[in-house]
């Protein structure tokens, strides 16, 4: 059995950039700690996620702006 | 076969470098803008790979100490605000050197966590596993990110730090615990453990996948902790310094520990020209981060001795090359006694080969001028059995490293055990010279 063959879709890879540009939009917006604290740990996890999918992006805080702390 | 992250993992060899170049570009230009200690070392205007190597200084141990004297405790090394870390961690600092400190922000240790899953999922774990995570949860960065690994996957994680070795068998057996993760030191005193308690590990315990790490061993070793434990067992490595796992073993085959090429850029250089050696040749492991943010490494002479070789040796599907048997030793860890090299692996080899050696201590003494190795060896064997054991003991010696050692039997549970990484061999000629 193998996963090679089934790798994340053109759509898929779009889906996942498009919620991480959202995330940081909301992360650099929102005021409420619980919910910032949250969007910020989901931030770093899904840069994990687009970084295995060898997607380029804004790798480094400074390329693109938001987080600071 | 079925990876982590598919993409990554399998990736046309061209387009794998061509990613860690664009990768380690972006890394020098984050660090050049924010850290003052590598603002100094990384020159502007590396265009290649081949200047990369040429223009920026190797990392040594003592440029690390020196930054971090300068403005303790993280030194002028980070690129990131200390503030945005998450965690702290340090090295044990058992050479005698103040510990190196690092910290992670919350997307360093997201990584971090991401490089054990894919060491994990690629030798069988998945999310019906339960894991148990046998190290002391301390400074020390070590297992952490396993037990965080593991979380991520979805398995059931049993915190084990701070429980004493009799406990932590126990909840082995009672949870049912299929993933382990500890150094192969320590598993040999579990090991022990089991065995004083009346437990047959590979019988009671439902124990299938072991990572035991963050130290060499001979294959002897691995041999006596996947028979005992009735599991398989798979190597891998990470370093304070670079914040996550650089290696792990492939269970396509034996000793092909895959690095994560895309989180490093490695080299292997001659330790004395410190010029590129090829595949198949021993070297020292040079290492560059390509995926940390708060603390970066660029060309950090690790001191490791590894042999690589092309990924396609392996074939498993994965295009990282790989290192034939993971670090084989430190470049400081090797003694000449009288014109014989002799490293800590090789006299474990031998001790571990007989039965009747519960745990061992060896040096290395000068007796009447004379370089020669010393075992204490913890055994239940007394008298002419003792005798005999000694016997067979000097001859297995004399025969696989060709030195006849000064053995000494001392009796079951006398010497210390070690709940992480043990060292075995000491160099005391400098004390025994002149006694």
């Known amino acids: ?66 987080f600071a702390a | 076969m079925e990876y982590w992250n598919s993409k990554a993992e399998t990736m046309p060899r061209h387009e794998l ?66 503030e945005l870390g998450v965690r702290h961690h340090q090295t044990s600092g058992t050479s005698g050197n103040p510990p190196i400190r690092t910290f992670d922000t919350e997307r360093d240790w997201s990584w971090c966590v991401d490089t054990f899953c894919t060491a994990l999922y690629a030798n069988g774990v998945r999310s019906h596993h339960k894991g ?47 993933v382990l993760g500890l150094t192969p030191s320590y598993a040999m005193r579990l090991i022990e453990t089991a065995a004083d308690m009346g437990i047959d590990l590979a019988r009671e315990a439902n124990v299938k996948v072991i990572l035991a790490g963050a130290e060499p061993r001979s294959d002897f070793t691995t041999r006596t902790i996947e028979e005992a434990f009735g599991a398989r067992v798979f190597n891998a490595a990470g370093t304070t310094e670079f914040g996550g796992v650089f290696m792990f073993e492939c269970p396509s085959r034996r000793n092909a520990c895959h690095i994560l090429e895309p989180s490093c850029y490695d080299e292997v250089l001659d330790p004395v020209t410190k010029q590129p050696v090829g595949y198949g040749e021993e070297g020292v492991r040079v290492t560059t981060g390509l995926s940390r943010e708060g603390i970066q490494l660029f060309r950090h002479w690790t001191e490791d001795v590894v042999v690589k070789r092309p990924h396609s040796d392996c074939g498993c599907g994965r295009t990282w090359d790989f290192y034939d048997g993971g670090i084989l030793r430190r470049v400081d860890d090797m003694r000449k006694i009288r014109g014989v090299s002799v490293t800590p ?6 001790l571990r080969s007989f039965d009747e050696v519960r745990e061992f201590h060896s040096a290395i003494r000068t007796v009447r001028g004379l370089d020669t190795i010393h075992v204490k060896v913890e055994t239940d064997c007394t008298g002419a059995a003792g005798e005999a054991l000694i016997a067979r003991i000097v001859e297995e010696f004399k025969r696989e490293i060709g030195i006849r050692p000064q053995v000494e039997l001392t009796e079951a549970g006398s010497l210390p055990r070690s709940l992480w990484k043990a060292a075995r061999l000491h160099d005391e000629r400098e004390l025994t010279a002149h006694g």
Not at chain 1, 4 to 29: G, I, V
Not at chain 2, 48 to 71: C, G, I, Q
Not at chain 2, 76 to 82: A, D, H, I
Not at chain 2, 345 to 350: A, F, G, H, N
């Open chain 2, 132 to 178: 148990l995570v046998a190290f002391g949860y301390g400074l020390f960065a070590g297992f952490w990110g396993m037990h965080y690994a593991l979380e991520r996957m979805g398995c059931t994680v049993v915190p084990a730090g701070g429980l004493d070795s009799r406990t932590r068998i126990r909840l082995l057996v009672d949870y049912r615990i299929e």
């Open chain 2, 17 to 82: 470098i061509d990613w860690q170049w664009r990768r380690l570009q972006r890394a020098m230009a984050f660090a050049r803008r924010n850290s003052p200690f590598w603002n100094e070392r990384i020159p502007d205007g590396i265009t290649t790979p081949e200047e990369y190597a040429a223009r920026v200084p190797l990392l040594h141990k003592s440029d690390l100490l020196a930054a971090e004297a300068a403005a303790p405790p993280y030194g002028t090394w980070p690129s990131l605000p200390p």
């Open chain 1, 1 to 66: 059995m193998t996963n090679a063959n089934s790798p994340l879709t053109a759509e898929q890879e779009q889906q996942l950039l498009r919620t991480y540009h959202e995330l940081q939009d909301l992360a650099q917006a929102c005021g409420v700690p619980a919910v910032r604290a949250a969007v910020k740990t989901a931030l770093a996890e899904l840069r994990t996620a687009l970084d295995g999918q060898a997607v380029d992006f804004e790798y480094y805080p400074g390329q693109a702006g938001v």
């Open chain 2, 345 to 350: 692996v090789m006299i474990e080899d031998v």
